[in-house]
């Protein structure tokens, strides 16, 4: 199924038209970009360059329209129109209309999303009851998978819109293709002779509903099959049959032999799934008591289609960021070579995806979801330098500055995080332009290996280039070219196909269904009663029992458990807090719960052993929670709070959460801040913090519209999704969050906190964990019994031991000097005995090659000096020295004479370092060398002798 939105167990798979494909005997025509509007059609529409770089139409466009319309053109509409009129068409047929949600998404088992249905998919599973019977959006979506392809194609994207409509459990197949429909031809005025639709093949009440009731001919109708046109979540789980409309660029062509996979003649634009059976692990088919309605029609997609433009690029979505790019590196879009074009779609891809996943809170790093943003970023700084942009400064936030204005329709939280994504982007490309820097003096140095022996650059050096600096392969040709220098292409290639290997071993593929067991009983049971804010023991009945995943209706003692309840007074985790401890009990029974998880979003499973007794279905028991483990866990709730507003004060607004771990023992909040916090910084937030809790704000706790408490200014937690209704936790004054976890009454309960350490976990991602309320105690408890312990120690009291470690560390460093001194002077006299080893050449020059192990560089180095002014002006020294730990130091020292006749101490010791796995370097007369490999020592200084009684002239 060509389905550009979809869940990973199907993947997506746009159309593929190469820019330029054209039919077999048709005349190639030339690519026209979005800003002259040239079309293939009977007349175009005129548009204005709005001052945010998107199209507006001029006043006499809709009369124009009109015209086009009855002629059977359809209306040339910017993608906010396009966008706009999706979301009204379906609203007005009583559709909620939802905003898009995070690109991170709350799905274990999937890294973004990738799909409009993705926020619905618990469900669709049935894990989760609907809030809506229908809905529409507009979803922001990231896919990388096909990133190779992204310019190269006509519609491949990280980063796209997906418009959707859904219904769960409301309308169905007919109702669907008849709005579909309507919308396609009486909305977006598309000629209906040029729609063609596909069905699966089996799938007759699709085929016939377009045949008898819309009215298609049945020679554009066509059946394909599963892969193509069948939808499932997993290997079991809800699944169905689709069907997708597709629009036709060339009908001139004819009936004859029609591919609907040609991607230079259809365009799939809109995609309809219809969700009726689950498949069972045996792989029997049964009909789902609710059946679904999943679409998505791709907003690229219909720009390019209505702005008759030949691909996604050109649209007014993404060309105005193309030809910011195009601007900055001097080119232009319209005449540019196709290489050039490439590169200036891949940056307008790009860019828009970077801006749109740091806005979501994604930073840039070597892990999950911020690798990816590294490598978005990094590929669009590696094209920018193929095209020519060049300056001092950074580019990428000029290009961020385009996207940004474009976003407001799709996310208009984008704009509040402007400076954040600027700065983000600028810190990234800084960073790795100094990367691409540092291989190029690599690139010179492998090329000129590579022209003083076999006049071939490996495939492995070139990939190696590609993988660890991000040179790509054709800087890496062009650089070795102008040298006459040829590059093993085929290698390359090897070590790419290597490379995808060992990525593909060792992606997890993930089950979907694999909680199905769980799932399926917590629809079946409904949702569990939490009464735990305010109560912390409560009488209730076990609804369910399950071991290792599977049901049971008992469990004995020993047995590890997860119990479901029709009534808890547990907290499960979520917000960052930790699920509660506790135990559940009755006459002879007695489980310890050590943690409490939510499935579907309200059935709470708690997890535990059996102490004593058994445990059955139906049974009534006493649920209590462990009350000074809540204790903490509250104050540290309430107190992360507390350290957000008070970040927020002392280092600025754009401050944000990153993650939180609401523990027992203590907390942690990570946020984004570009370098260290200054210690300063630190106790100023300390003292804010301690402020307000020696102030004793009464928490404020209530329920209300989620647009309401954003007009309070309330703060959302970062990786949360929130309903239309939602939870506002208020510290008057202090802070004011959307939270559903439990808090302290005042913020004098608190009693006080300690932040304990302030460190950074990634690029632009600072960590702070801090103790409050008893954990702060015992914390403080245990750093007292330190300084007891120490200055028992040292036989000072509390209050000198400033002083007295600074004396010690004087007294060290001292010792260690005249440590460093001895040794020093013993290398020197030791090296007095190495001139009875020195060799005259045949030259007259002084030759001494020499190990003096146990020595440091410092000692080395000066020990070489002395030997060589003893030797005079032709003399030349190599000395090498192993330490304990196995590793090199080299030194040579030449007289002006040695010099003169050619031999450079640079590179000798350069040279030789690498047959210890080491490298170095200097001046001719001086220079130090490393290496890690002490065994091969003696056969550095031998091939070091070798090379001076080759260069040095002979008589």
């Not at 036709?248 to 591919?259: F, I």
């Amino acid at each position: 199924m060509r389905r550009w939105g979809r869940t990973p167990s199907i993947g997506l798979h746009p159309s593929t038209l190469v820019e330029g494909n054209t039919a077999k005997g048709e005349k190639k025509e030339p690519v026209r970009h979005a800003m002259v509007m040239r079309v293939r059609v009977a007349r175009h529409v005129p548009f204005r360059r709005a001052a945010c770089g998107v199209f507006r139409r001029c006043a006499s466009t809709k009369q124009k329209e009109m015209a086009e319309t009855q002629e059977g053109t359809p209306p040339m509409l910017s993608g906010r129109e396009i966008r706009n009129k999706f979301l009204e068409f379906f609203e007005e047929r009583g559709h909620r209309r939802l905003p898009s949600s995070s690109l991170v998404p709350e799905d274990p088992t999937v890294l973004l999303t990738i799909a409009g249905m993705l926020q619905f998919k618990p469900i669709f599973l049935g894990q989760m009851p609907r809030e809506f019977p229908r809905v529409t959006t507009t979803q922001k979506c990231i896919r990388t998978k096909d990133i190779d392809n992204v310019g190269v194609t006509a519609r491949h994207h990280t980063f796209f819109e997906m418009l959707g409509n859904f219904s769960f459990g409301d309308y169905f197949k007919r109702e669907a293709i008849e709005m579909a429909w309507e919308l396609s031809t009486k909305v977006f005025c598309l000629p209906k002779e040029r729609l063609w639709i596909s069905v699966f093949r089996e799938d007759d009440e699709a085929y016939n509903i377009w045949k008898d009731e819309v009215g298609i001919p049945e020679s554009r109708i066509v059946r394909m099959g599963e892969e193509d046109n069948f939808w499932a979540s997993g290997p079991t789980g809800p699944c169905g049959p689709c069907s997708e409309l597709y629009y036709d660029m060339h009908p001139e062509r004819g009936m004859n032999g029609v591919d609907l996979d040609d991607g230079s003649r259809f365009i799939e634009f809109y995609n309809l799934v219809f969700m009726e059976s689950n498949r069972l692990s045996d792989g029997r088919m049964v009909q789902l008591q609710n059946k679904n309605i999943d679409t998505g029609m791709g907003l690229e997609r219909m720009a390019q289609i209505l702005q008759r433009v030949a691909n996604n690029y050109e649209t007014d979505l993404i060309f105005p960021i193309v030809s910011k790019a195009a601007g900055l590196a001097g080119v232009d879009y319209g005449t540019c070579d196709s290489k050039t074009k490439v590169s200036l779609k891949v940056i307008g891809d790009h860019i828009r995806a970077a801006v749109y996943l740091i806005s979501d809170g994604v930073n840039a790093s070597n892990m999950g979801r911020g690798y990816i943003l590294r490598r978005l970023i990094r590929r669009v700084v590696r094209s920018g330098r193929l095209i020519g942009i060049q300056g001092d400064g950074c580019f990428t936030p000029s290009l961020a500055v385009e996207a940004i204005k474009l976003s407001s329709d799709c996310d208009p939280t984008v704009h509040e995080k402007e400076d954040l994504i600027l700065e983000e982007l600028r810190r990234e490309e800084e960073r790795f332009s100094n990367t691409l820097d540092r291989g190029e003096k690599l690139l010179e140095e492998l090329l000129a290996t590579s022209k003083a022996s076999t006049g071939v650059l490996t495939g492995k050096d070139a990939f190696l280039l590609y993988d660890t600096f991000g040179f790509p392969l054709e800087i890496t040709q062009d650089a070795a070219s102008e040298l006459g220098v040829a590059v093993d292409t085929a290698g390359f290639e090897q070590e790419m196909a290597k490379q995808r290997r060992q990525s593909r071993a060792a992606r997890q593929e993930v089950d979907l269904t694999k909680q199905a067991s769980l799932a399926k009983l917590a629809e079946n049971l409904g949702p569990t009663l939490f009464v735990g804010y305010h109560e912390l023991e409560v009488s209730s009945t076990v609804e369910a029992l399950l071991i290792d995943g599977e049901v049971v209706h008992e469990a004995s003692e020993g047995d590890i458990v997860e119990v479901i309840l029709n009534t808890t007074c547990f907290y499960a985790e979520s917000g960052g807090q930790v699920g509660d401890h506790g135990s559940l009990y009755a006459e002879g029974v007695r489980v310890s719960v050590t943690d409490c998880q939510k499935v579907g979003g309200s059935v709470y499973v708690h997890l535990g052993s059996v102490e004593v007794g058994k445990i059955t279905t139906g049974m009534v028991l006493t649920a209590q929670v462990d009350q000074a483990l809540r204790k903490k866990a509250i104050t540290h709730h309430s107190a992360t709070h507390l350290l957000q507003s008070a970040l927020k004060e002392v280092l600025g607004d754009n401050v944000a959460q990153k993650g939180s771990l609401v523990g027992f023992d203590r907390l942690r909040f990570d946020f984004n801040f570009p370098k260290s916090v200054a210690s300063s910084d630190l106790e100023t937030v300390e003292e804010k913090v301690n402020k307000w809790i020696a102030q004793n704000i009464e928490s404020k706790i209530a329920t209300m519209e989620i647009e309401e408490a954003k007009e309070m200014g309330a703060l959302a937690t970062f990786g949360e999704k929130y309903g239309s209704t939602v939870r506002v936790v208020e510290f008057e004054g202090a802070s004011i969050e959307l939270c559903g976890g439990c808090h302290v009454e005042n913020t004098a309960e608190i009693g006080a906190m300690k932040i304990i350490s302030e460190s950074g976990i990634a690029s632009g991602i600072r960590r702070i964990e801090a103790v409050a309320g008893p954990s702060a105690l015992e914390y403080l408890s245990s750093r007292e019994q330190i300084v007891r312990d120490v200055s028992l120690a040292l036989k000072v009291r509390p209050e000198e031991l400033p002083n007295r470690v600074q004396t010690l560390q004087q007294e060290y460093l001292a010792s260690k000097k005249e440590v460093e001194d001895l040794k020093a002077e013993l290398a020197l006299l030791k090296s007095e005995k190495l001139l009875e080893s020195a060799i005259k050449l045949e030259g007259g020059q002084n030759l001494l090659v020499n190990r003096m192990d146990g020595i440091n560089p410092t000692a080395l180095s000066e020990a070489a000096q002395s030997l060589q002014k003893r030797m005079g002006d032709n003399g030349a020294v190599v000395l090498g020295s192993a330490s304990a730990e196995g590793k090199v130091n080299l030194v040579a020292a030449f007289g002006p004479a040695i010099v003169s006749a050619g031999a450079n101490a640079g590179k000798v010791v350069g040279e030789v370092a690498k047959t210890c796995g080491g490298g170095g370097g200097g001046r001719p007369n001086l220079a130090q060398a490393g290496g890690r490999d002490a065994t091969k020592l003696t056969d550095a200084l031998e091939q070091a002798k070798e090379t001076l009684v080759r260069t040095l002239p002979h008589d």
